[in-house]
């Protein structure tokens, strides 16, 4: 399960394993998926009984959840379906990005709350979320907004002041603090996405001097988890050893 850089690691990782016939599945979100190095397949399973009764018509024997950290109900779905076709589950999950000095973090629950965080004084916004989440911004038009995104915005935010970027990232710090720069952004809304691929807006803001507003993280099921596409492929591996191995 993807839609990360680190699946598409992951599964660099995997594709030329003679002992495993990988697939990787994507949401279908983006209209243009980045190249994969393994077979896709695209779209919901139908919740997490779709999902386990997937695992059991394809002979899946083990289920890696290396989604996104916000993507909270595939991962739900994806430990619960686990159980339901009693496969091993490999969670892979980046660590969170935590502030350092310099660093002016508002957190907020959520995109509500980011919206009230920004105030009512009119204000430079770089919104760095999915174009699937800026729709409640609408209701806070007295401020200038930029959006990036992967995809088009469409339709676009309701509000006088609005100009879209559609970009995919790595994103470098210089180019992120260059483009801050050239809107005159003063306060950015972010994912606390975890990862160097995203980071630079972060490193820029505070190079800057500029304000966060960083939706927090959403609870996710709590199953054993690694960090890194190296001990994923351990953790894989691992799970295919003789049961004795596994402590089973
Ligand atoms: P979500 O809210 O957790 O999932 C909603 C539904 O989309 C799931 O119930 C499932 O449908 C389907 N789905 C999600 N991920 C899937 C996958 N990898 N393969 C097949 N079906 C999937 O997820 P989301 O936030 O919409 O994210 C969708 C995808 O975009 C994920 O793969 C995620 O890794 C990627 N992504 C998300 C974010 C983000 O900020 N949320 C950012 C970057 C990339 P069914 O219940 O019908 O199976």
Known sequence: MGGTTEARRLAERLADRADLAVTLSLAG???????????????GFGGSQGLADHIAATRIDVLVDATHPYAATISANAARAA????????????????????????????????????????????????????????????HRYLVRSVDPVTPPLDVPHAVYVVARGPFADIDERSLLTRHRIDIIVAKNSGGSATYGKIAAARALGLAV????????????????????????????????????
Do not use: C, N, S, Y
């Open 213 to 248: 507003v960083m939706l927090r993280r959403p609870a996710l099921p709590q199953v054993a988890a690694v960090e890194t596409v190296d001990d994923a492929v351990a953790a894989i591996g691992h799970a295919f050893a003789p049961a004795a191995a596994r402590g089973v």
């Open 29 to 43: 979100r983006t209209m243009t998926p980045a190249p994969q190095p393994v077979p896709v397949r695209l779209g």
């Open 83 to 142: 159980a339901l076709a009693k496969v091993p589950l490999v969670a892979l999950r980046r660590p969170a990005w935590v502030a350092v000095p310099g660093d002016r973090w508002t957190e907020v629950a959520d995109t509500a709350g980011a919206v009230a965080a920004l105030g009512r004084v009119p204000r430079h916004v770089f919104l760095a979320l999915g174009r699937q989440e800026i729709a409640p911004f609408a209701a806070a038009p007295q």
